[in-house]
């Protein structure tokens, strides 16, 4: 926790150190969420399935190894590009991206990296449930939270008046590779 320190000598009277905590200071402080692990993103509810770049390059769940199923989460700003742990074409990593589908539902796919697209640029909330020990978190873009249902797979989704249906933890898998 990031501590600001008012100090002021009037009369006499010193103020003490005040403690500020912000969502910020609380992402410099875990070493995931600096983009320096590489992770495994697990949805909660989930038994055994992680989430995984497929073969059509969509974001979506396996239960078992996949050639893209390790993930480092970049900060920009206050926002995180999600990042493969492995290189795509070429030595550079993928980011995950949100698809528009016209009228179907949005997905999150393999893309070329680029900060300066929105749709690459995702909120990742702490939530108060915990997996093992470890935080959970939802991930969304702009207002779309990444989702998954039975039916239609990971999608991204407008809450609206409904519940959010899935949040995530990440597993530490070790240091995060140094792609471009």
């Given at each position: 926790?990031?501590?600001?320190?008012?100090?002021?000598?009037?009369?006499?009277i010193?103020l003490?150190?005040?403690g500020?905590?912000?969502?910020?200071s609380a992402?410099?402080?875990?070493?995931?969420?600096?983009?320096?692990?590489?992770?495994?993103?697990?949805p909660?509810?989930?038994?055994e399935?992680i989430?995984?770049?497929?073969?059509?390059?969509?974001?979506?769940?396996?239960?078992?190894?996949a050639?893209?199923g390790l993930?480092v989460?970049?900060p920009?700003?206050?926002?995180?590009?999600?990042?493969?742990?492995?290189a795509?074409?070429?030595?550079?990593?993928?980011?995950?991206?949100?698809?528009?589908?016209?009228?179907?539902?949005?997905?999150?796919?393999?893309?070329?990296c680029?900060?300066?697209?929105?749709?690459?640029?995702?909120?990742i909330t702490?939530?108060?449930?915990?997996d093992?020990?470890?935080?959970?978190?939802?991930i969304?873009?702009?207002?779309?939270f990444?989702?998954y249902?039975?039916?239609?797979?990971?999608?991204?989704?407008?809450l609206?008046?409904?519940?959010?249906?899935?949040?995530?933890?990440?597993?530490?898998?070790?240091?995060a590779?140094?792609?471009?």
């Amino acid at each position: 926790m990031k501590k600001l320190l008012i100090g002021a000598l009037t009369a006499g009277i010193v103020l003490a150190p005040l403690g500020l905590s912000t969502a910020a200071s609380a992402a410099a402080a875990d070493p995931i969420l600096q983009g320096k692990r590489q992770v495994v993103i697990k949805p909660i509810p989930s038994f055994e399935s992680i989430v995984a770049i497929d073969s059509k390059g969509r974001l979506n769940l396996t239960d078992g190894e996949a050639k893209f199923g390790l993930f480092v989460l970049s900060p920009v700003g206050k926002k995180f590009q999600i990042k493969t742990a492995k290189a795509g074409d070429g030595k550079k990593a993928a980011c995950i991206g949100i698809k528009n589908n016209g009228s179907k539902s949005l997905t999150a796919v393999a893309t070329k990296c680029d900060k300066t697209r929105a749709g690459q640029l995702f909120t990742i909330t702490k939530q108060k449930a915990k997996d093992n020990g470890r935080p959970t978190y939802a991930i969304s873009n702009n207002s779309a939270f990444l989702q998954y249902f039975p039916k239609s797979g990971l999608i991204a989704e407008e809450l609206g008046d409904a519940p959010l249906v899935t949040t995530f933890s990440f597993v530490d898998n070790g240091k995060a590779p140094k792609l471009g």
